[in-house]
């Protein structure tokens, strides 16, 4: 494998990271990263793998879509261990309380080279901006789901 080929991968890790966060795709998303990893997402800290989906699990219910794409990597790969840096932006749907929450941020990734493949062992974002606005002073808004929901978390 080549150094472009680890960036590939790397870039790749994040990808399926975020699809599989939208999509609630939670055992597929938990097997992006090694047990001991660390989060953190502005006020929020997570001590391990298992707290930082857990809370994931448990907050981004059936009743709030979101919507985060990365652009601009900055990636950095030496031997078995990489670093990355992304810039966020996201939206988060609150249909329950008629809310919109729109941000941007920065990523910050650490990542091992496993027998897996590239696991994250630190992943966290600190915010540019967030704005939120109801969507009940928008006459007609409307919000569906996708069949995106649906589909099988492959990799694909």
């Known amino acids: 494998m080549t150094v472009l080929d680890d ?9 399926a990271y975020l699809r599989h966060l939208d999509l609630k795709q939670w055992d597929a998303f938990e097997a992006l990263f090694v047990p001991e990893a660390t989060g953190s997402y502005a006020e929020l800290a997570f001590a391990d793998r298992a707290e930082l989906v857990g809370y994931m699990r448990r907050h981004l219910t059936d009743e709030i879509l979101t919507f985060h794409t990365v652009h601009h990597p900055e990636t950095t790969v030496d031997g078995d261990v990489a670093t990355a ?5 996201d939206k988060v749907f609150v249909t329950a309380h008629d809310l919109v929450i729109e941000g941007a941020a920065f990523y910050e990734d650490r990542l091992r080279r496993t027998e897996d493949g590239w696991r994250f062992t630190h992943t966290g974002y600190e915010r540019t901006f967030e704005t939120s606005w109801s969507t009940a002073a928008l006459p007609g808004w409307n919000l569906k789901r996708g069949r995106a929901f649906g589909l099988p978390a492959s990799s694909r």
């Open 85 to 89: 840096r992304w810039y966020l932006h």
């Open 7 to 15: 960036h590939e991968q790397v870039r790749r890790l994040k990808y």
